[in-house]
């Protein structure tokens, strides 16, 4: 780096930052990582293996689950067999729960099977093709391509799942699982958003095989750190990557961090979350205004506990959007990993679920989670080197990770926009 120079500045070291990091590394191209924090919402305890933020990854998550990257280590199953989940969808009434896989769920089976058939033969294709496409154009443009997932991407969930006539599954299982995964209500989440985080309830007809596994995952950031240090690589984190301004140069961008310290660069690839992006971009001259979407508030909470006799059961339990909590885990015998809407240990609302002499162990308070409605779609290309990435057109690891790519090969010239 010459006079604080360089060719790429990747902002934020979440998923977007990091694969946007490696692969500018793979072509040995000079790049400069300033982030608070390695991982961003992958937020690790190595001594639980308890992730309290990003909890589980799909087998579909291509980026993520990259060898050569290496970035997550995948565990353990989160649900090792359909039928230890457990579904609870009267918000007042714990004792009516009922397992995913039982007489309740079998009665929906013509909106099952009709959810089945287009997970397989429509939304699964699609959606391959269009991750794919959005590895090298803008969101914007892979939408345009595909008017299949431009319908989705600008319906809400329950707008499709009424279209589509999904309606019995959906309520008794589906969007459970959906709340389970985002926090957000079913009828704001686009219906893109909802069939992504559902990928894996698709189950291969007729073998009833599960396509996609949903596990748990280790993440290494001092290891990580090392290696994005490696060759013509460098991370600053901390207040040292803590980035608190950005402008534009007559050749470029600078940014400067929360040290004082003022670096220029070529490409800006901003990947912080997209209210962050917004406040730090805005009003810079030539660069349109960003839009950002509602976040969803989460609580994530490691206990020791004895749950009360409706959770003994299964192993995983989900919850309809009208409660505040939205899943509970058992880890192991006598600990539970538990994720909620509102705070749950000072207002004492574990009472409902566990024993009295529940502990908790560890927390982590989010008060900007996932960023999940309305349907925004930001461009990525936001001026001459300057570079939108994260999960603001899209929700979870991998389309972060997507985006990330997407910046990547826009600085080495092998996008198609
Ligand atoms: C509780 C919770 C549970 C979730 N569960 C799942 C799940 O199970 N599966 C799934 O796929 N997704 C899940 N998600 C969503 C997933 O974590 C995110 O979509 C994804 O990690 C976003 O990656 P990103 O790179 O866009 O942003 P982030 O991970 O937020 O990374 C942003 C980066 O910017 C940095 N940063 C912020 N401000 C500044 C600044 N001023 N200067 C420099 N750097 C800055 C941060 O430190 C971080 O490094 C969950 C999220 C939460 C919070």
């Known amino acids: 780096m010459e006079n604080n120079h360089i060719e790429s500045i990747i902002v934020g070291a979440g998923c977007a930052g990091m694969n946007c990091a490696l692969e500018l590394k793979k072509e040995n191209r000079p790049y400069l990582v300033l982030a608070d924090y390695m991982g961003g919402r992958?937020?690790?305890?190595?001594?639980?293996?308890?992730?309290?933020?990003?909890?589980?990854?799909?087998g579909s998550y291509d980026n993520m689950l990259d060898p050569q990257k290496n970035i997550i280590q995948p565990t353990t199953d989160v649900l090792?067999?359909?039928?230890?989940?457990?579904?609870?969808?009267?918000?007042?009434?714990?004792?009516?729960?009922?397992?995913?896989?039982?007489?309740?769920?079998?009665?929906?089976?013509?909106?099952?099977?009709?959810?089945?058939?287009?997970?397989?033969n429509e939304f699964l294709p699609h959606y391959k093709q269009y991750k794919a496409n959005c590895e090298i154009m803008e969101v914007q443009t892979a939408l345009k391509k595909d008017p299949l997932m431009n319908e989705l991407y600008h319906q809400t969930a329950d707008e499709m799942i009424a279209k589509r006539g999904f309606q019995g599954i959906c309520n008794d299982l589906i969007s459970l699982f959906a709340h389970a995964c985002t926090g957000s209500k079913v009828n704001t989440l686009s219906a893109l958003d909802y069939l992504n985080c559902v990928q894996p309830l698709t189950l291969k007809i007729p073998s009833l095989e599960r396509v996609m596994s949903i596990k748990r995952f280790d993440f290494d950031k001092e290891g990580m750190t090392k290696r994005l240090r490696e060759g013509n690589g460098e991370v600053l984190l901390g207040d040292d990557g803590t980035v608190t301004s950005v402008a534009r140069e007559e050749s470029g961008w600078s940014v400067t961090c929360k040290d004082g310290s003022t670096y220029t660069c070529d490409n800006l690839v901003m990947t912080t979350p997209i209210d962050v992006t917004a406040k730090l971009l805005d009003g810079l001259p030539g660069v349109p205004k960003l839009k950002v979407r509602n976040a969803s508030v989460l609580y994530g909470y490691l206990l020791e506990c004895q749950p009360q006799p409706a959770f003994e059961k299964g192993i995983v339990h989900i919850f309809s959007d009208e409660t505040p909590i939205i899943f509970i885990a058992k880890r192991e015998e006598g600990r539970y990993e538990i994720f909620t809407e509102v705070e749950f240990e000072e207002s004492r609302m574990f009472d409902r679920y566990f024993k009295p002499g529940w502990k908790v162990i560890g927390s982590k308070y989010w008060p900007k989670a996932l960023f999940t409605n309305p349907n925004y779609v930001n461009p990525n290309n936001l001026a001459k080197g300057l570079i939108l990435a994260g999960d603001c057109n899209g929700l979870g690891m991998e389309p972060a990770a997507i985006s990330g790519v997407y910046a990547a090969n826009k600085i080495l010239g092998k996008t198609v926009d």
């Open 42 to 58: 992958i937020y690790n305890d190595d001594k639980y293996h308890m992730n309290y933020g990003a909890v589980f990854f799909f």
């Open 80 to 120: 090792p067999k359909l039928g230890d989940g457990f579904c609870h969808n009267d918000p007042n009434n714990d004792s009516k729960m009922y397992a995913a896989l039982s007489f309740k769920t079998l009665c929906d089976a013509p909106s099952l099977i009709k959810y089945m058939n287009f997970m397989n």
